[in-house]
Every structure is written in C-alpha cells, then in structure tokens.
C-alpha cells in the first residue's frame, strides 16, 4: 500500500475555528508521473475546498484589526507572506474564488488586496475573483508584481520591505481592469474602443450601486479616449441598466461606408442652418468645408438615402432646428441612437470634401440600380403594369437612368463604397 500523499509536502486544511478538517499535498518530484502539482483530501460531509479559505483561522484577527485581507491563491504564497510579517493574508487554495468564500471572508472585513499570479491563468483567476467580490460589496485593489514573480518567490527574492512598499501601492481594481483592457485592445482604434469597452462592461453591471456604475462609465470614457458625446452616453446607459447586452448596433443594421460618411456630416454640424441657407462649399473657392452645410445641400435636392437602413436618422439630422447644439438630446428612437453612436465610433478615415463627394456618388449610383430595378420588375416582372401609357413612360425613364449610370462621374465608384458593412459596437 501507497499513502496518498506520498513524497509530497502536507499543508493541514483547518476551517476558521482552527480544527484540521482536510489536507492539500504539494509534489516535491518533478517527474510527470508524480500526478498534479496539488493533491487535495476528498470532499466530504465537512471538507469542501469551496467553502474554506486555507489560513482564514490564523489571519482572521489581524483581518478584523487592520480592516482588510491580503488574498492570495497557494498555500506556500500564503505561508510565505503571513512569515514576512503580513499576518491578514488567506489564500483561495488554488480554486476559483467563490461566492461562499466571499460572503466568509465578508465577515470579518469588506476590504480586500487582491495578488494572484501575475501569468495568464493568475490574470482570469483575478478577474472571476473581482466579480464576484464586487457582486458582494467590497471595496477592492489589486497587487500585481513583476512577471515570473508570484508572492513567494517576490519575498524570497526581494524581502518583506518590497512586499510591503507593493502592497502600499495597489491599483483600484478598475485602474486594474482598465489597464488590462488597454493592453488586450489597443484603444487608438475604434475597433480598440469597442473591445475594451465590451471586455469592461460586465464588470461595471456587477456594481451593485447604480451612482458608482455611472461614475465607473464616466471613468472608462476618460481613459480610454472616448470623445463621442453619443458613445459616452449609449455607455452610460448600459452600464447603468445592468443588461447583459454589449454596445452594439442591431444586427439589421447594415449600413455602406457612403451612408457612415453621410451620417458622419451630418452629425458634425456645430450649428446646424436653415434650408434658406444652404449654399454648395464648392460655390466659394475661398469657403471653409463645411460637411455638414455640403451634405444638407445634397440632400435637399436628392434623397438620396431614401429606402436605406439609415432613412429615420439621416432624416433626424437633416431637420434639426438652428437651435440644438447638441446631437445627443435629438429625440431618436433606440434603434437610430445606437446606430448613430456605432457609426461616430467607426471613423476609419477624415472626413474631406473628396471622401464627402465620393460618398454621394456612390448613394446616387446606388439610388438609379435600385430604380432601375423597380422599373424593370413594373414592366417585365409578374406584377408588371398593363396601361400602355404608363408602360411608355416607365420605358422613357429607364432609358433616362441607364443613361445616367454611364456618367463617368459614377464610374468610379462602387465596390467598397456600395458594400454592406456591419456598423457594430
């Protein structure tokens, strides 16, 4: 007969009131054949690696005296910390954290410094442990150390002293958050932005505290870059509505690279002018572009995005009165001001006169494909008109339009232009 236990390292499991109920067994062999790098005793009726914190009986005092637990997630980092002298230090024993240890550990403090691992696995462990922290209300900071270095290894290597100085420089767990989300999503991208974002917003909708939800929002608009009043605002809401959803815009909602461009001029107006106003920039040499002044030029002339995804909000924007200044307060339905904030986070290029110009020429081309294909079904679909005279005049317009589509002007657009492209975030 073998033990169990065998040619390993025995760490006795006691529960808070200090009486051993179980037993973990750390390999000293570093031969593949030695099993796990852990053995754990089986559950049992009293043991459930769970529902215990390895240490919480020696450390519970000093939790209670200085107000705040040091967890961390191995016997030996647990060891190693509470012999430097940090006597407030459990550790999670290698298991996911639980909401069954947060609500013990709850008792005796609501304040927590988390330090796991710094690798990638001691980084997830890190952020299912925040959440569910944070579902129970603690106030919480993180300890990361440098790399390749976990607690134990930190102090054998550096000393108590650069522990502590450490720990006295812990992170807010969002300032953790938000740096991990900017190293995952480089943020210079709206891509970037959006990742981040949806990687940051399941953490805030776990705040229990709506006030703080809206600040944590506010915080994250700020450091990750997010200009866009209507992004901060569509942030705002879903971090204060707790849903489960991402920002994004509906999944219908396809939309060309000329729609984006126009809603984008549109929505660039400072202030926005009468139709009496309007006036062509390319009228004037000398004239500032306006894009939002060329567009609403264009527009009242040719609607040019009728019967397209983005109808209702270019609309929206077009009839805007002189006196809003500010695009977010448009009273949009919930469709058009997701679409709007998905289409102000996709500025993959600087709107120009060239880009605006191109844009209308591939809604224009877009516009004569499709009455042409309306034209043709009326006189040789199914449902095709009889009356002679109507069938003549839809044949006198059909030779109209084919005739301008061969406008060079519209040669050279299409392709990418006219291609659907998701407007998501």
Request: net charge neutral; aromatic share 6%; with cysteine.
């Amino acid at each position: 007969m073998y033990s169990k236990f065998r040619n390993r390292v025995i760490f006795p499991i006691a529960n808070e009131s200090g009486k051993i109920i179980a037993f973990t067994g750390r390999t000293l062999s570093r031969d593949e054949k030695a099993g796990p790098k852990y053995l754990n005793s089986p559950e049992t009726a009293i043991y459930s690696k769970s529902r215990v914190l390895f240490n919480l009986d020696r450390a519970k005092e000093a939790i209670r005296k200085l107000d705040y637990a040091i967890l961390v997630e191995g016997q030996m980092d647990c060891i190693s910390v509470f012999a430097a002298g940090f006597q407030n230090v459990i550790a999670s024993s290698g298991t996911a954290f639980t909401e069954i240890q947060a609500k013990l550990l709850g008792r005796f403090s609501k304040n927590v410094v988390v330090n796991f691992d710094p690798d990638a696995a001691g980084a997830k462990a890190t952020e299912r442990t925040l959440g569910l922290l944070v579902q129970e209300e603690f106030q919480i900071k993180v300890l990361t150390l440098e790399a390749g270095f976990d607690p134990d290894l930190f102090i054998c290597r550096k000393g108590k002293e650069a522990y502590a100085e450490a720990l006295r420089h812990s992170q807010s767990y969002f300032d953790y958050l938000i740096e991990r989300a900017r190293t995952q999503f480089p943020v210079r991208s709206a891509e970037g932005k959006v990742k981040a974002v949806n990687y940051l917003l399941p953490h805030i909708q776990r705040v229990p505290s709506r006030i703080i939800r809206d600040e944590l929002a506010h915080e994250i608009a700020q450091k990750l870059g997010i200009d866009s009043a209507v992004l901060r605002q569509e942030l705002k809401h879903a971090a204060t509505s707790r849903s489960a959803a991402t920002l994004k815009a509906p999944a219908e909602a396809q939309v060309t690279q000329a729609e984006r461009i126009l809603v984008r001029a549109l929505a660039s107006a400072s202030q926005m002018q009468t139709s009496e106003e309007h006036s062509s920039s390319r009228d004037g040499a000398e004239e500032e572009f306006d894009p939002a002044r060329q567009a609403r030029f264009v527009l009242a002339s040719e609607r040019l995005h009728q019967g397209l995804g983005t109808e209702s909000l270019v609309d929206a924007l077009f009839n805007v009165t002189p006196d809003v200044a500010d695009i977010v307060s448009l009273p949009l339905s919930d469709f058009d001001r997701r679409l709007l904030a998905s289409i102000l986070m996709r500025e993959e290029e600087e709107l120009t006169a060239d880009s605006l110009e191109r844009a209308v020429r591939a809604l224009r081309k877009k516009a004569l494909n499709r009455r042409l294909k309306e034209i043709e079904r009326a006189l040789d679909g199914p449902s095709r008109v009889a009356d002679l005279k109507q069938r003549l005049a839809l044949a006198e317009e059909r030779i109209k339009v084919k005739r301008a589509l061969m406008d060079p002007g519209l040669a050279d657009v299409g392709g990418p232009e006219e291609g659907p492209a998701a407007a998501s975030f």
